[in-house]
């Protein structure tokens, strides 16, 4: 649970040692934000520290790229805010959104953070960002266990969640933001009347699906999160208290209120208007009528009667997911929502369940007999995140066969990586798909990042996880499991699998494919490989 006491204050550092320090940073499309969290003795989320950085990355995305200074610059700011999350000593977590999701270099962009600071980026999708930033608005604001809907809205995209508790029954992400929507539209001089009224149809055609999305799912609170939200409150809080409004979270917005602050800034049209009227930062001015016309409209067409503004969002999420991936808090269902999301897709994909299950039981024990050696432990980049990701991908193994049987495997990578799974981050989803596209036929070789992304830099798990599915594929070729129990020995550079065989089995056609899979094996594992059996 997030306990938000607006302890987003910085606090002095000196003789202060917080306990589990994390720190979270949101590459926006609008303004990159780091928030340090710390974790208490009863599962409690507090906000220690914060920082900001006005990028508006998704405005100066040239053709869909991102330009050469914009990898500069954001070194330059992670490398600030880098600094800042060491002085507590925590760890590190970064999430991209939809301007990095959606830009053509995002993966060149990735590896220059990396190489700049040290940080490793994570792109989450539309989705899961939405699922995300419902886990962060709920735990600040406690609705308990009523039904809620959150929206997110960013500066290149909006996030729409509904559901109880952390559980999420409908998600939702829009590719209309309020930097995006602004540049297209409002960027001029003096905006005319119709390029206002162009993007508020734009808008309205976009949210008109949502519409009929929850048209039968009850909402009991909606609540609202971004730099939008909280200005519409200082807004709606200065026109009704002529004062400036200290805190925005938890703050009331009335449909009435939201459509006066509209009217109103569509008369004014000119940021520089807008700012003088309501103190605005420029920077803020100058998209808020774009974020206005997206709450207003959703505000229309869901009849919402009010809106409670969050200050947490998207980044107290992501530090819940994070401690429960750590197995910090004290239900973990991180662990269970991405169970069920794999159960999910092999049911739509009507998947055998018990020939699923065997494989993915079968694929984990033998990850386990080889990560006994450091020799293959040091492939993986996490143990238990791998062994987790070999779980899930050892599961979807015959997803591919949906499509057709000719070449499954490849097929098997295209639905994976082209679908939304909660829990998962992109590169997690390559990965599942690189670990079935690789667990027949050749095995992975270098230099083909361009139509495999996310290999080349994780090329040495991708060869482990394969390999073990490669093995647990073979010795399922009867869809039985015919071995009681099996061992990993070495001797030398050779690596022999001891496979223990009930009397009454016969192992004929395990043992062609295992016979096969050999050389394959051994260029995957660049080891001496064999196996044999025994009673």
Wanted: aromatic share 8%.
């Amino acid at each position: 649970m997030l306990r938000n006491k607006r302890t987003r204050k910085k606090i002095n550092r000196l003789n202060f040692q917080p306990k589990n320090p994390l720190a979270v940073i949101d590459l926006g499309s609008n303004t990159f934000h780091l928030a340090i969290t710390t974790l208490d003795e009863d599962g409690h989320i507090h906000v220690i520290d914060t920082q900001k950085d006005h990028l508006r990355l998704a405005e100066m995305l040239e053709d869909g790229y991102i330009p050469a200074k914009l990898f500069k610059r954001s070194a330059e700011a992670l490398l600030a805010m880098k600094s800042i999350g060491e002085s507590y000593n925590a760890q590190f977590r970064l999430v991209a959104t939809q301007a990095i999701r959606s830009a053509h270099n995002r993966l060149a962009f990735i590896e220059h953070i990396r190489k700049a600071t040290g940080l490793d980026l994570e792109i989450i999708d539309g989705v899961e960002e939405a699922r995300l930033s419902f886990l962060g608005v709920i735990q600040g604001l406690h609705f308990a266990d009523e039904a809620v809907m959150t929206v997110d809205i960013g500066g290149a995209s909006t996030e729409i969640a509904c559901g109880r508790a952390s559980d999420c029954n409908y998600l939702s992400s829009l590719k209309i933001g309020a930097l995006l929507l602004s540049k297209r539209y409002l960027f001029a001089k003096e905006p005319k009347e119709d390029a206002i009224n162009d993007l508020k149809q734009i808008v309205e055609a976009r949210l008109l699906p949502v519409q009929e999305d929850l048209i039968n799912i009850p909402i009991q609170h909606a609540a609202v999160t971004s730099g939008t939200a909280k200005a519409i409150a200082r807004m709606v809080h200065w026109d009704k208290n002529r004062e400036e409004l200290d805190d925005a979270h938890g703050y009331l917005i009335t449909a009435e209120e939201l459509f006066r602050i509209e009217k109103e800034i569509n008369q004014l049209k000119t940021s520089d208007r807008i700012a003088a009227r309501w103190s605005l930062e420029s920077r803020r001015a100058d998209i808020i009528l774009a974020g206005v016309a997206i709450l207003a409209q959703l505000t229309r067409v869901l009849k919402i009667p009010r809106w409670k503004v969050s200050a947490s969002g998207l980044r107290e999420g992501v530090a819940t997911d994070t401690y429960e991936r750590q197995g910090l808090l004290p239900a973990n269902k991180w662990q269970d929502l991405r169970w069920h999301t794999i159960q999910g897709l092999a049911k739509k994909l009507s998947l055998d369940p018990t020939f699923s299950l065997s494989t993915s039981q079968l694929a984990t024990q033998i990850f386990d007999r080889f990560v006994a050696y450091d020799e293959f432990k040091i492939r993986c980049k996490n143990p238990a995140i791998d062994r987790d990701l070999l779980k899930a991908a050892a599961y979807l193994l015959e997803a591919g066969k949906f499509i057709n049987f000719s070449s499954y495997h490849k097929h098997t990578y295209y639905l994976i990586t082209e679908m939304n799974l909660l829990g998962f981050t992109q590169e997690e989803k390559h990965v599942l798909g690189l670990v079935n596209r690789y667990a027949r036929k050749a095995p992975p070789k270098h230099g083909k990042s361009d139509a495999l992304p996310y290999l080349e830099r994780n090329f040495n798990r991708v060869c482990l996880l394969s390999s073990c599915l490669r093995i647990a594929r073979s010795l399922l070729r009867t869809r039985q499991i015919k071995t009681h129990d099996f061992t990993l020995t070495k001797a030398g550079n050779k690596y022999t699998l001891v496979l223990k065989v009930a009397p009454d089995q016969r192992l004929d056609a395990e043992k062609i494919a295992l016979q096969k899979e050999i050389k394959n094996l051994e260029k995957a594992l660049n080891v001496e490989f064999d196996f044999r059996l025994e009673p």
